[in-house]
């Protein structure tokens, strides 16, 4: 039971930028030794490899329909991260533990990932880039107070992500008419055929 609020917190980080939970888990666990880090993370070559995936979707997700293209990929890579995480932290053994904890994993990260591209992508009608910008930076911050607490404080971080989860499913519903046409205007750009001179 100890490991669930761990997991739970880190699965809500994954949701939002899994490479950067990554990141920080390998960071923390090699560094603070804290344990419960699963020492994989803490590898020369998976940290280096985790934070250049993490600068680049640093960088992609400040601007505004990039962020959007960006979280379509990462609607199948956030829960999976989710899921391997909770798999790892349970210890992997493929018993009843690692498969409630890889399933806790996967998905709250999932209804972390959809909230949040949900609201990223109504804040994406908006005309200036500042709320985009400020949208991105306060779930960076998010990710790594979340994932700091997962390794140091585990139930703090727990009701932390759990909070922060309620407030952006209510957010994301409460702007599905936003988030409706932040999608048709997503398509738009998608679909637009190219200029021609």
């Known amino acids: 039971m100890e490991l669930l609020p761990m997991t739970f917190a880190s699965g809500w980080a994954s949701g939002i930028n899994a490479y950067a939970t990554v990141f920080v888990l390998g960071i923390l666990g090699r ?6 880090v699963p020492e994989g993370f803490q590898r020369t070559d998976v940290l280096i490899i985790m934070g250049i995936l993490a ?6 997700d400040k601007v505004p329909v990039v962020d959007s293209v960006w979280d379509v990929p990462s609607t199948v890579i956030r829960p999976i991260a ?4 909770g798999a790892l932290i349970a210890g992997a053994q493929g018993d009843l533990l690692t498969i409630t904890l890889a399933a806790v994993g996967g998905v709250t990260a999932l209804l972390s990932h959809l909230s949040k591209a949900g609201i990223r992508l109504a804040v994406n009608t908006s ?6 910008v400020g949208a991105s930076v306060a779930g960076d911050v998010g990710v790594v ?5 997962a390794v140091l404080f585990p139930v703090a971080a727990a009701v932390v992500a759990a909070v922060l989860l309620a407030l952006t ?24 055929p190219p200029a021609t001179t």
């Open 55 to 60: 600068l680049v979707e640093l960088v992609a």
């Open 169 to 192: 499913i209510w957010l994301a519903l409460a702007m599905m008419a936003r988030i409706r046409k932040g999608w048709r205007w997503l398509k738009q750009r998608w679909t637009a």
């Open 127 to 132: 005309p200036e880039p500042v709320s985009n």
């Open 31 to 36: 560094f603070l030794d804290t344990g419960g």
């Open 145 to 149: 107070g979340v994932t700091t607490l």
């Open 82 to 85: 989710g899921a391997v995480i």
